[in-house]
């Protein structure tokens, strides 16, 4: 009983709206970019306040891993400081793993590093409200 009444909210649930998957691009491209091209106003625009950003980060020898972690803030106050480092480098095409109405899941790959970036439309707008990233190499 319990497994039909889940189908049938599935089945019946409304589909993301046309414009959707373009906004939910429009947003991981405002943080990608804004990142790669040191601009904290497009990383702003992409960003949820209440954005945590985090990865696992391995300590000293004998110290056991821990989750670094990033506020909406803390990110948008660093874009501008990365001008350096970014030089020469990108990303490829961002790729929605997911989406409803009102959530998505969307992989990035990035010169060095990679992102499972998760949004949410808040009222007209798509908002990245979590970033799990690690250095290195991604979906291949």
């Known amino acids: 009983m319990l497994i039909c009444l889940s189908i049938m909210l599935c089945l019946f649930q409304d589909p993301p709206a046309a414009g959707d998957s373009a906004a939910i691009q429009k947003a991981v491209l405002g943080y990608l970019d804004g990142w790669f091209d040191s601009d904290p106003a497009k990383m702003k625009m992409a960003l949820h306040p209440n954005l945590v950003k985090f990865r696992v980060k391995t300590g000293k020898p004998g110290q056991a891993p821990f989750l670094e972690v990033m506020t909406a803030e803390e990110l ?60 290195g190499q991604g979906k291949p």
């Open 76 to 135: 948008i106050s660093v874009t501008h400081i990365n001008q350096e480092w970014v030089k020469g480098k990108g990303h490829q095409a961002p790729e929605i793993l997911f989406q409803n109405k009102e959530i998505a899941i969307v992989f990035a790959q990035s010169d060095g590093f990679y992102d499972l970036i998760n949004l949410a439309k808040i009222g007209d707008d798509w908002k990245i409200v979590q970033v799990l990233w690690q250095v």
